[in-house]
Nanobody, 130 residues
Framework: QVTLVESGGGSVQAGGSLKLSCAASRYVYNTYCMAWFRQAPGQEREGVASMFAADRAYADSMKGRFTASRDTAKNTLYLQMSDLKPEDTAMYYC?????????????????????????WGQGTQVTVSS
C-alpha cells in the first residue's frame, strides 16, 4: 500500500510555470507504475505523464511543456509545467499501481488511461488566468 500527497499547485498567469510534487509514503522507484493526471471541471480525467524507474512518457498534448522527474531518495515525483495556458486549469493528481517494467511498457506507459490505478492522491489545484 502507498499513500500519495500532492503539493505545489496555485494560481499563475498564462505563460507562467509551476512545479508540482507527489510524495509517496514508500519506495516506488521500480516497484510501482506512477502517473500524473488532471481533471478540469466538467471534463473527464486525462493522463499527463507516466513513469517507471527512469522511463517516462507524456500525453501527446503535454509534450514540450511538461516534464516529469523524480527524487528517488525522497520517494517524490515532480511535474514541472511551463508556458501554462488557461486550458491547463485543473485539479492535478498523482496515481500509483504496483507493477513491473514489463507491465508498464505493455499497459500503462502510453496512452495514459485513468483506469485501473490503485492509489490516488487528494490532488492539487492549478489555476491559470489569461
Amino acid at each position: 500500500q502507498v499513500t500519495l500527497v500532492e503539493s505545489g499547485g496555485g494560481s499563475v498567469q498564462a505563460g507562467g510555470s509551476l512545479k508540482l510534487s507527489c510524495a509517496a509514503s514508500r519506495y516506488v522507484y521500480n516497484t510501482y507504475c506512477m502517473a500524473w493526471f488532471r481533471q478540469a471541471p466538467g471534463q473527464e480525467r486525462e493522463g499527463v505523464a507516466s513513469m517507471f524507474a527512469a522511463d517516462r512518457a507524456y500525453a501527446d498534448s503535454m509534450k514540450g511543456r511538461f516534464t516529469a522527474s523524480r527524487d528517488t531518495a525522497k520517494n517524490t515525483l515532480y511535474l514541472q509545467m511551463s508556458d501554462l495556458k488557461p486550458e491547463d486549469t485543473a485539479m492535478y493528481y498523482c496515481a500509483a499501481k504496483p507493477c513491473s517494467y514489463d507491465d508498464y511498457t505493455r499497459y500503462f506507459r502510453h496512452p495514459i488511461s485513468p483506469q485501473t490505478w490503485d492509489y490516488w492522491g487528494q490532488g492539487t489545484q492549478v489555476t491559470v488566468s489569461s
